[in-house]
């Protein structure tokens, strides 16, 4: 299961997500807000995405991790709006019988989520505001029709 959403994210709503007698190894990765980037201070973030693609993208990234892997059951959650230090961005919880398969699937998931699904980063410091890695979202622009 997949979801893009601008509310907060429950660690313990990921958990219950994934929950399966036949796992013996269940994985949960959280990407945060942090107080830094790149040697300066950094006050909050704000994420973006292209939610139609990003809930396609996010479902083949899905897919694919459980074709590569035997995972039991897989839920990954994407936040989008202004978020504060501390609150979770991402969410993957990824259950698998054994922790080995359950960890590789996490890393690879979130791995791959960060080079294929439209979400951008915005990070603002005391000073200002930066998209990360030079990276803005695609706005479609108005042509004027032809005369």
Known sequence: MVELTSKKISTDAVLEQVEAHSTGG???????????????????MAYEAYAE??????????????????????????????????EVSVAIAVACAHRKDAFAACRYA?????????????EYFSDGEA?????VPEVKKATPSSQ
């Open 131 to 135: 998209w990360v890695k030079g990276v």
């Open 53 to 86: 693609m990003a809930k396609v993208k996010l479902a083949e990234l899905e897919a694919e991790t459980c074709q590569k892997w035997p995972v039991k059951k897989i839920y990954i959650v994407h936040r989008t709006g202004l978020l504060e230090l501390g």
């Open 110 to 122: 979130i791995d791959r989520l960060k080079e294929t699904v439209p979400v951008w980063k915005k």
């Open 26 to 44: 269940v994985v949960l990765f959280l990407g945060r807000v942090r107080d830094h980037a790149e040697g300066r201070p950094v006050n909050k």
